[in-house]
């Protein structure tokens, strides 16, 4: 079961404070026992959140589909009037620690996955079940996204038991919105190939590194499609590009007989850690660019697809889908 809601916050406190009601509250998750229930939060928070930082931290468990999983994400809103930077930060964890006093100090803590926002009015599309949730929410004619929880493992449950996904916008801290480089991308296409010649080649360049995937064995892996410095971890179809050109993105039109090809959003990784395609993300989809907009709905198999542009790139290949249903 998906549960989905768009709608509009006032501001940066407004749209936290409406994702955590929807991911915990939200009826359909609730009647169909897929609500994620918070099983930590800071010492000074409360709800509705009402200030940022240390004030705004919690941690929230999924169930899964049946209710027996332990999928644990934390969350910290942060806001920086002076500097007039706003955002929300993402963990993975594989456990909690009651006594923590820190949403990214508990059991095999990923690094902040961090998604910008701002303190004016956005726009926001929330999907969820038991297993992972996407958010999006536009800031002045910027789209941002974050994506926590499972991703569809190609493998057994034995063999990948906690293929756990944290995707943001950024992997940069307190980036502001408006920022339009490379270091600004949607977990899609992680550490984007639109970074110049001396980036690409240049393992130290990062910063964009927008998605991080938690492997077999435990250990947390940040996915960049502009590294090209042997052993790689990407997302198909953007990573592909790099191989053929950026032709098959740019040039790919809607289907002969009307529609789109969606092509999921699929993890790639060649290290000595582990090697081959792991997941795809769920309901997370490359949509061509050509004769598509931002906030358009494409109907496939029955189910409404929401046109995303990544960040603040309209170019043809920039453009993803996220299932609604």
């Known amino acids: 079961m998906t549960a989905y809601v768009t709608g509009t916050a006032t501001d ?58 332990n999928i644990y994400v934390s969350f910290n809103l942060h806001a920086d009037a002076t500097n007039d930077v706003y955002g929300v930060a ?42 992972r949730f996407v958010a999006i929410w ?25 293929p756990l996904v944290i995707g943001g916008s950024s992997e940069t801290y307190a980036l502001r919105y408006s920022v339009d480089t490379w270091l600004h991308t949607n977990f899609v296409d992680p550490g984007p190939r639109d970074k110049t010649s001396e980036d690409a080649f240049n393992s130290s360049a990062t910063g964009g590194r927008s998605l991080l995937v938690r492997l077999p064995g435990g250990s947390w892996q940040y996915f960049d499609n502009g590294d090209y410095n042997g052993q790689r971890a990407t997302t198909y179809p953007w990573a592909g590009a ?8 740019e040039q790919a039109r809607p289907l002969l007989g009307g529609g789109y090809l969606l092509s999921p959003v699929t993890t790639i990784i060649d290290r000595s850690e582990a090697k081959g395609a792991l997941m795809a993300l769920d309901g997370v989809y490359h949509v061509p660019g050509i004769g598509n907009a931002a906030e358009d709905l494409i109907t496939v198999g029955g189910v409404d697809h929401l046109v995303v542009q990544n960040a603040y790139r309209s170019d043809f290949e920039g453009f993803w889908a996220l299932a609604l249903d």
């Open 12 to 69: 940066h406190l407004d749209l936290y404070n409406q994702l955590y009601a929807f991911l915990t509250a939200n009826a359909d998750l609730v009647n169909a026992g897929e609500a994620w229930t918070e099983e930590w939060t800071h010492p000074d928070a409360a709800h509705p959140v009402v200030g940022a930082d240390s004030a705004s931290q919690f941690l929230l468990r999924g169930p899964g589909l049946a209710g027996g999983d």
């Open 90 to 131: 993402l963990c993975g964890h594989d456990g909690v620690l009651d006594t923590s006093l820190a949403y990214d100090d508990h059991i095999n803590t990923s690094p902040r996955m961090w998604t910008p926002a701002f303190s004016s009015a956005m726009p926001y599309w929330f999907v969820a079940n038991g297993r």
């Open 138 to 162: 536009k800031c002045s004619t910027v789209y941002e996204a974050c994506y926590g929880g499972l991703g569809l493992a190609f493998s057994t449950p034995a063999g990948y038991p906690y």
């Open 242 to 249: 790099g191989l053929i050109g950026n032709n098959f993105l």
